[in-house]
């Protein structure tokens, strides 16, 4: 039986690209440069890379980039995309929870929660960024976004949802304090017009756990902060202000 996310992503792909957290591409490109000081030598991973959107705009602007993903039909509209944009990007199907790079690349990305935080259990989530640290050189960077645990004990879950999505609704949502867990029910149509109902499940992370959780994995110098999509910033501390969380990991 496939998992929720599975489920979501099976024909999506053109459903997807429309949505309003997909429309920051550049700036989000812009600021992963920057952290990077435009160093063209180094090879990136974008991990759940989607339909390419990153690793398409990364690739155009010079750099070598392998995306990984485990949805087929978000695979197959990021190979068309970046053929449409005369860019080579290595595309292939892994599990986020199940792949191996070993010290292969100067930078991972994993963005628009990318994999992370979208698993079922806390094991699966600290899996996959287990496998990135893995896939990092010493001294490399690791630049991922993640569900701000600060936004919903202050703000209304339900309603910043609704208001920010353009395909879906969501209903029968509860957030629980103790496991910081947000479950839901999501309603949308497909790339075909099919109506589906998912069972939502995901997990909201605090700035001192997810910096606990990097420094296991050795990596030696944490920054977090709050974003908003098309809006990476090194100077918005964590707060209920943001949805999500900007996280720059040094190996």
């Known amino acids: ?129 287990e496998n990135c640290a893995a896939s990092l050189k010493k001294g490399g960077k690791f630049v991922f976004t993640t569900l701000n645990a600060l936004f919903p004990l202050v703000n209304s879950l339900k309603t910043f949802l609704n208001d920010s999505s353009v395909t879906t609704r969501t209903s029968k949502l509860s957030f629980n304090i103790s496991t910081l867990r947000e479950t839901s029910v999501m309603e949308f149509r497909d790339d075909s017009g099919v109506k589906k109902i998912l069972r939502c499940n995901e997990r909201f992370y605090m700035p001192s756990e997810l910096s606990w959780m990097l420094k296991t994995l050795g990596f030696r110098k944490i920054d977090i902060f709050g974003c908003t999509v098309g809006r990476f910033r090194r100077n918005v501390k964590p707060s209920p202000r943001e949805f999500e969380l900007l996280v720059i990991a040094e190996k």
């Open 1 to 129: 039986m496939k998992k929720w996310f599975e489920e979501l992503f099976t024909n999506y792909a053109e459903t997807y690209e429309k949505e309003d957290y997909t429309k920051g591409t550049l700036q989000e490109v812009s600021f992963i440069e920057k952290e990077i000081k435009r160093d063209k030598r180094i090879d990136v991973l974008d991990v759940g890379c989607g339909t390419g959107r990153h690793a398409i705009e990364l690739a155009k602007r010079g750099y070598k980039v392998t995306g990984i993903d485990l949805s087929p039909s978000q695979l197959r509209r990021a190979a068309k995309n970046a053929k449409a944009a005369g860019v080579r990007v290595e595309f292939l199907r892994k599990d986020a929870r199940d792949f191996s790079f070993k010290s292969k690349y100067g930078l991972v990305i994993m963005l628009c929660e990318g994999g992370f935080p979208l698993m079922e259990t806390d094991e699966e989530n600290y899996r996959i960024l």
